[in-house]
């Protein structure tokens, strides 16, 4: 398989069902990625995500009832890239302190999600 045929798997965690629907959607449009599964329950992602496979990518909100900071935390070293995403931008910072790649604010665009992807990819690439 050429590197540039490579999908790359998806976990979605977020408490909000539209959020979610969203987020399939972006996945579903780009085709580099795959989505694995998505949870509106943080604590019952925390605990399936210890028994999948290699996850690439970790789309995930940070206000829920288990902070997404601390999943964050959590599989920092597990997941290879992680994109916080959330209506609350005064967390901007405390995504950095949990090495996110990547901080979104809801509402995402379209164009701003396949642009934060790609310059993930990219700069993986070299």
Known sequence: MKHSDKKYRCIVI???FSSINILKEYISLTPKLTLVKSYLSPSVAV???KNLE???FLFLDINMPISGL???KIFRDVVKFIILITGHPEYA???FSVHADKFLVKPIPFEK???SVNQILKSEMN
Do not use: G, P, S, Y
């Open 14 to 16: 977020d408490d909000d």
């Open 47 to 49: 605990t399936e995500i």
């Open 54 to 56: 290699k996850i690439d």
């Open 70 to 72: 601390d999943i964050a």
């Open 93 to 95: 910072l405390d995504a």
């Open 113 to 115: 999600f396949i642009e």
